[in-house]
């Protein structure tokens, strides 16, 4: 039973003593990335920004960063042609939206006008449900 439990207790300690020297192996932080890592970040990003109706690209970013005047106009209006025609398009979604609104609404009166029209003439019939039925077995009134 010693024994078993000084084994126990060796792994213990053991467990114990990786989980407490983990942080001077790990890696020092901040961790700066390497060029190459940052270039792979821009890589997957521009990727990710070109896919369609989920962020506007613009031409160059990095114009900003040369100071060339002309360069950055042409950026500044790049960009704001991209986020003329996003602001384009969704207003042409949101005609579409509101036409296709108003024409369910328009169907909605009608069926409502119509279903007040049936009601009435069930009622009608409900009331009267005796002449009916004396037409119908043929009985003289």
Do not use: C, F
């Not at 114990?16 to 060029?35: K, N, V």
């Amino acid at each position: 039973m010693t024994r078993g439990k000084s084994l126990l207790g060796g792994a213990t300690v053991l467990a114990l003593a990786g989980i407490l020297a983990a942080p001077a192996w790990a890696q020092p932080q901040p961790r700066y990335s390497t060029p190459a890592e940052h270039a792979q970040t821009e890589r997957l990003n521009a990727e990710q920004a070109s896919v369609p109706a989920i962020i506007v690209v613009a031409p160059d970013a990095s114009v900003e960063m040369t100071g060339d005047t002309d360069a950055v106009v042409a950026y500044n209006d790049a960009v704001s042609e991209a986020n003329q025609q996003a602001q384009d398009r969704y207003a042409a979604q949101l005609r579409d939206y509101e036409t296709a609104k108003q024409n369910y609404q328009q169907q909605l009166r009608s069926y409502e006008n119509r279903k007040d029209t049936y009601e009435d003439r069930s009622l009608t019939y409900q009331d009267h449900s005796a002449v009916y039925d004396s037409d119908l077995r043929g009985e003289a009134r």
